[in-house]
């Protein structure tokens, strides 16, 4: 047989024209029935997608279809014919048909053909044609048309035989038997349960009760299920699943060789997915020749979980997509941990890194290499990926309890399952943040060791956080490598603060912030506290992960010998959150101080200002004084400051820029002159700087006009500052200053 006969796209009633499909013994059993994770409800959903937009399909489309359709059984010509088999491939593709994947199976070794049909044993996609098996008999009843499934399924009551089957599977075949002789209305499937013919052993059939709903349990079967679906439905859906549901289906025996199946899918004019063409490479080995239903059934519950979190809200992603991105992971991860890597080289083309970093960065065309990828390493990645997406957050909800202020606990993004830009990977940055945890994770479960849940919080805490770290964020793929050369490092029994004693990490990673950070952790009683104030400081938009200022203005006040106390920080901490919430208040008071810069005719603010040392200083002198409020606070500032001037020539003969401004910010912000309008900082935080402006005026006698500005100073008159217009008797302006000042 031809290879490309091996892989053909193929509707149900496609498929039972041509085999008898039978689910082998050592199968797993049939589970979506239960609907773990809401796969069986994510399904019945995509259906239903899938119809609108078949039946919403240009009918132009349509009608040029069966229109090539006639043309291409009436050509002769070969060239001709290709020809429109392209046309007819594209319109096809521009209706967008529901294709749920792949469907193996191998043909077994008694090899029946009987009558025009061929036995083959189903080893993947089970779960998916199980369930369209199902869905067609429900709807099939529902709308009238049991006579025709009869007929697609070629059921023959007398001889027990039918063409989809667990025929080697006594019990369960022998419910499917009794179910498609009893049930001939919706409310016999819905209480299959009371009837007489569903014998008692039935209940000891995993793949029965997830048909019917386990006995004595507030569970539904899939027909309870379905009902609720299509019950206040009256569309017509059955022609749909029964002919324009498509799938895959390889037969395995025809050709094993990775190569072989690319070739087959690029001569359909499709492309195939990286983990088929893997899939096929680790097939062909001895140690799943020996057993390959076993690694079938395993590859299948891979495929479900992608299936189950790909993006259902775009058409042109599948579940591929999450599969391969999750390949590529493992394969960096393998990559990294047989290299010899120098952790202080930052060359990306250094021999030791070059073609790790290739494959972090994922350009368009490259391929996932099987050198690096073995099933049983890809199990226990499985396993890992599976425990952070869904038995990790259920141990954050227990751990969140021990941090009463801190709130970002969700850091893993599902998003990453089924990435959709840069080729459908992760970001670079998210692969440093997230890679040296799986591989974690991955390790505690090879090794049979567990893991501790607030252990991992904190690992996954210090990568996230270091993400914002320019240097992490610009070597990104570099640091990716380093960090997964850390977690090599590292056994069940460390912590993160391990780290301080473990030799061979990168400063990058391990940098001078971190090192003061981890020993104020490291065998902390009150751990819990520092870590819930830390981490929502380092969350603060200024911050960006970085609160060194912080720490030391904290060390720096601390009357014990510069001792860091934990309530100080929190105190300056609360201010700290209440000086930028309220910025566009504070800032004026911040003219005069180390946040700008004065240079020839500009006034710049530093990009750094929340670290400044006159900033934080603010920030100290407030919490000294507790019993006033922000507003009282910012005025005694400002009357501590005029009050430096003994007189209104000392208040003229100021020169400073920053000076003169903060000044007049004083008498806008206060209302000493009257109609004050209120300041504005919307046409920026900058100044610049005239020796003149027309029909404007200056209260020093040095008379520089300002204006605000962003990025560049250029004229503008209708950024001058306010004041400069308004200025009528600037004497009496400056006695009214001096006196609030002494107020």
């Keep these: 047989m031809s290879t490309i006969k091996s892989m053909q796209e193929v509707s149900v009633v496609e498929l039972m024209c041509n085999y008898n499909l039978i689910v082998p013994e050592i199968q797993r059993e049939y589970v979506w029935g239960f609907n773990d994770y809401g796969i069986f409800d994510?399904?019945?959903?995509?259906?239903?997608?899938?119809?609108?937009?078949?039946?919403?399909?240009?009918?132009?489309?349509?009608?040029?279809?069966?229109?090539?359709?006639?043309?291409?059984?009436?050509?002769?010509?070969?060239?001709?014919?290709?020809?429109?088999?392209?046309?007819?491939?594209?319109?096809?593709?521009?209706?967008?048909?529901?294709?749920?994947?792949?469907?193996?199976?191998?043909?077994?070794?008694?090899?029946?053909?009987?009558?025009?049909?061929?036995?083959?044993?189903?080893?993947?996609?089970?779960?998916?044609?199980?369930?369209?098996?199902?869905?067609?008999?429900?709807?099939?009843?529902?709308?009238?048309?049991?006579?025709?499934?009869?007929?697609?399924?070629?059921?023959d009551k007398e001889i027990e035989r039918i063409a989809f089957d667990y025929r080697v599977r006594t019990l369960t075949h022998n419910f499917f038997i009794d179910l498609l002789s009893n049930t001939k209305s919706v409310d016999d499937l819905l209480n299959i349960r009371n009837t007489n013919w569903f014998l008692s052993n039935y209940d000891n059939d995993v793949t029965i009760n997830a048909i019917v709903g386990k006995k004595n349990k507030e569970t539904f079967g899939v027909f309870h299920k379905l009902d609720s679906h299509f019950k206040n439905d009256d569309t017509e859906y059955y022609e749909f699943v029964k002919t324009q549901i498509k799938f895959w289906h390889f037969k395995t025996e025809e050709t094993s060789q990775g190569e072989e199946l690319y070739i087959t899918m690029n001569s359909r004019g499709q492309q195939l997915a990286d983990n088929e063409t893997i899939r096929a490479k680790l097939f062909d080995t001895d140690i799943v020749k020996s057993n390959p239903l076993q690694w079938s059934e395993k590859w299948e519950i891979w495929q479900d979980f992608f299936w189950k979190n790909r993006d259902k809200n775009n058409t042109e992603i599948s579940a591929d997509e999450g599969f391969n991105e999750f390949l590529r992971w493992v394969q960096i991860i393998k990559m990294t941990e047989l290299q010899e890597v120098n952790v202080e080289d930052d060359n990306e083309d250094s021999l030791d890194k070059k073609d790790i970093i290739e494959i972090i960065k994922w350009g368009k065309g490259k391929k996932l290499n099987v050198r690096y990828l073995n099933l049983d390493e890809i199990e226990n990645f499985f396993k890992a990926l599976k425990y952070l997406y869904e038995e990790f957050p259920i141990e954050i909800e227990k751990i969140k309890l021990n941090y009463p202020t801190y709130s970002n606990f969700n850091m893993i993004e599902n998003d990453w399952l089924c990435p959709v830009d840069n080729n459908n990977s992760i970001l670079q940055i998210d692969s440093f943040s997230f890679l040296p945890v799986l591989y974690y994770c991955k390790e505690r479960i090879q090794n049979r060791e567990r893991i501790e849940p607030i252990t991992l919080f904190r690992l996954i805490r210090f990568f996230y956080n270091l993400r914002k770290d320019t240097t992490v964020f610009k070597t990104a793929s570099m640091q990716t490598i380093?960090?997964?050369?850390?977690?090599?490092?590292?056994?069940?029994?460390?912590?993160?603060?391990?780290?301080?004693?473990?030799?061979?990490?990168?400063?990058?990673?391990?940098?001078?912030?971190?090192?003061?950070?981890?020993?104020?952790?490291?065998?902390?009683?009150?751990?819990?506290?520092?870590?819930?104030?830390?981490?929502?400081?380092?969350?603060?938009?200024?911050?960006?992960?970085?609160?060194?200022?912080?720490?030391?203005?904290?060390?720096?006040?601390?009357?014990?010998?510069?001792?860091?106390?934990?309530?100080?920080?929190?105190?300056?901490?609360?201010?700290?959150?209440?000086?930028?919430?309220?910025?566009?208040?504070?800032?004026?008071?911040?003219?005069?101080?180390?946040?700008y810069t004065e240079s020839w005719d500009r006034i710049n603010y530093v990009n750094d200002w929340h670290k400044s040392k006159d900033f934080l200083g603010l920030i100290s002198t407030k919490q000294s004084m507790k019993e006033i409020g922000l507003k009282d606070f910012l005025i005694k500032m400002q009357k501590?400051?005029?009050?430096?001037?003994?007189?209104?020539?000392?208040?003229?003969?100021?020169?400073?820029?920053?000076?003169?401004?903060?000044?007049?910010?004083?008498?806008?912000?206060?209302?000493?002159?009257?109609?004050?309008?209120?300041?504005?900082?919307?046409?920026?935080?900058?100044?610049?700087?005239?020796?003149?402006?027309?029909?404007?005026?200056?209260?020093?006698?040095?008379?520089?006009?300002?204006?605000?500005?962003?990025?560049?100073?250029?004229?503008?008159?209708?950024?001058?500052?306010?004041?400069?217009?308004?200025?009528?008797?600037?004497?009496?302006?400056?006695?009214?200053?001096?006196?609030?000042s002494k107020e």
């Design 42 to 155: 994510t399904f019945i959903a995509d259906i239903k997608e899938g119809f609108k937009k078949n039946e919403n399909a240009d009918s132009t489309a349509n009608t040029e279809i069966e229109t090539i359709k006639k043309m291409v059984k009436k050509t002769s010509d070969e060239s001709t014919r290709k020809s429109l088999n392209k046309i007819l491939n594209e319109l096809v593709n521009k209706i967008n048909l529901l294709n749920i994947g792949f469907l193996y199976s191998y043909r077994p070794d008694y090899y029946v053909f009987n009558d025009r049909n061929e036995d083959l044993y189903l080893i993947d996609g089970q779960q998916r044609f199980t369930t369209l098996f199902l869905i067609l008999y429900y709807l099939s009843i529902k709308e009238g048309k049991q006579e025709d499934f009869m007929s697609v399924f070629r059921f």
């Design 482 to 595: 380093n960090a997964l050369k850390l977690i090599n490092k590292l056994n069940e029994k460390n912590d993160i603060v391990d780290i301080l004693n473990v030799k061979g990490i990168s400063s990058t990673i391990l940098n001078k912030e971190e090192i003061i950070k981890l020993k104020l952790f490291k065998d902390n009683d009150n751990r819990f506290k520092y870590e819930d104030l830390f981490w929502r400081a380092e969350d603060n938009k200024q911050n960006e992960g970085s609160i060194i200022h912080l720490i030391e203005v904290t060390e720096s006040s601390s009357k014990d010998n510069q001792q860091f106390n934990i309530n100080d920080f929190e105190e300056k901490l609360i201010l700290f959150e209440e000086f930028i919430e309220k910025e566009h208040y504070v800032w004026g008071n911040l003219i005069a101080t180390d946040v």
């Design 640 to 740: 501590s400051f005029i009050s430096q001037y003994e007189s209104k020539n000392d208040v003229m003969k100021e020169k400073s820029y920053k000076k003169q401004i903060f000044i007049y910010y004083i008498l806008q912000f206060n209302s000493l002159i009257k109609n004050s309008p209120k300041w504005e900082w919307n046409n920026g935080w900058n100044f610049g700087v005239y020796e003149e402006f027309s029909n404007t005026k200056s209260i020093f006698e040095k008379e520089n006009i300002y204006q605000f500005f962003e990025k560049q100073f250029r004229e503008n008159e209708s950024k001058l500052i306010w004041v400069h217009k308004n200025i009528s008797n600037k004497n009496s302006i400056i006695e009214n200053l001096l006196n609030w």
